[in-house]
T-cell receptor, first 110, second 113 residues
């Protein structure tokens, strides 16, 4: 009963480096989401997916790419990290009702 | 796009006091949800509301779906230290694809023993 698992939990990147954040869910949920959380700004949607093989842009998609090759996994990529991408990233999954969130990835870009 | 205004942004209260927070929307929602986020963790669902006027309780927590469908309220009675955290409202409009939620900016609650 893991729910939603995010890896890694912490990461420090240098400006211009790339990385991939992994989200895995074991609830067979159709919908998956990536959010970023910044102080005083709540949770902002980056990208989301309504099923395997599908992705769509959210509120703040610039600088990020995603892939959903398998139903249980949703990957968030940063091709060239910038300091403005320093944030806490949360993945969530949903069937219809409320979301189930992962515990987050704290990313610092220096 | 849809916007949610959540207030207050922060609250500092004494243990045992009651707490109220609310969210207002620029558009009509057909679902309102309230989440709590503990430090270092992801948000966890507290209460879900699906009908205008609905009043739902979960222990010491009570939430209401506003009649206008543009607001929601969360009350916490007799607060205890473990109530500390960030509380988020979230709403979903009927026409939203992908079951997406719009989140408020959060209310940071501090409870002094």
């Amino acid at each position: 009963n893991a729910g939603v698992t995010q890896t890694p939990k912490f990461r420090v990147l240098k400006t211009g480096q790339s990385m991939t954040l992994l989200c895995a869910q074991d609830m067979n949920h159709e919908y998956m989401y990536w959010y970023r959380q910044d102080p005083g700004m709540g949770l902002r949607l980056i990208h989301y997916s309504v099923g395997e093989g599908t992705t769509a842009k959210g509120e703040v998609p610039d600088g990020y790419n995603v892939s959903r090759l398998k139903k249980q996994n949703f990957l968030l990529g940063l091709e060239s990290a910038a300091p403005s991408q320093t944030s806490v990233y949360f993945c969530a999954s949903s069937q219809i009702l409320g979301y189930t969130f992962g515990s987050g990835t704290r990313l610092t870009v220096v | 796009g849809q916007q949610l205004n959540q207030s207050p942004q922060s609250m500092f209260i004494q243990e045992g006091e009651d707490v109220s927070m609310n969210c207002t929307s620029s558009s009509i929602f057909n679902t309102w949800l309230w989440y709590k986020q503990d430090p270092g963790e992801g948000p966890v669902l507290l209460i879900a509301l699906y009908k205008a006027g609905e009043l739902t309780s979960n222990g010491r927590l009570t939430a209401q779906f506003g009649i206008t469908r543009k607001d929601s309220f969360l009350n916490i009675s007799a607060s205890i230290p473990s109530d500390v955290g960030i509380y988020f409202c979230a709403g979903r409009a009927r026409e939203t694809s992908g079951s997406r939620l719009t989140f408020g900016e959060g209310t940071q609650l501090t409870v002094n023993p």
